[in-house]
């Protein structure tokens, strides 16, 4: 069973910077896909960042520019460096993955963007 724990989340001002972390239980090697998904209050789960197997990376378009998602297969985790930070950010960011068969989301981690 594969897990995936976030880190990093916390209260930054409008204009800083945060990197979040998801440590996966194993090996990210095989994933065809990870990614971070985000959820603010009353709405519904976005895709923030997507990185591929082959190294590709997608953005959405609110975030283009500001986040960076890589990943790092000798410490087994994704991470994504948000920049430039904006109070719509504010939401809970989740650690996806895809192994080809199954689908494992992390639990979450809150980013509040207020002054």
């Known amino acids: 069973q594969v897990q995936l724990a976030e880190s990093g989340g916390g209260l930054v001002q409008p204009g800083g910077s945060l990197r979040l972390s998801c440590s996966a239980s194993?090996?990210?090697?095989?994933?065809?896909?990870m990614a971070w998904f985000r959820q603010a209050p009353g709405k519904e789960r976005d895709n923030v960042a997507t990185?591929?197997?082959?190294?590709?990376?997608s953005y959405a378009d609110s975030v283009k520019g500001r986040f960076t998602i890589s990943r790092d297969y000798a410490k087994n985790t994704l991470y994504l460096q948000m920049n430039s930070l904006k109070p719509e950010d504010t939401a809970v960011y989740y650690c996806?993955?895809?192994?080809?068969?199954?689908?494992?989301w992390g639990q979450g981690t809150l980013v509040t963007v207020s002054s």
């Open positions: 996806y993955a895809n192994n080809g068969r199954y689908d494992y």
């Open positions: 990185i591929h197997i082959g190294g590709s990376t």
């Open positions: 194993g090996s990210i090697f095989s994933y065809n896909a």
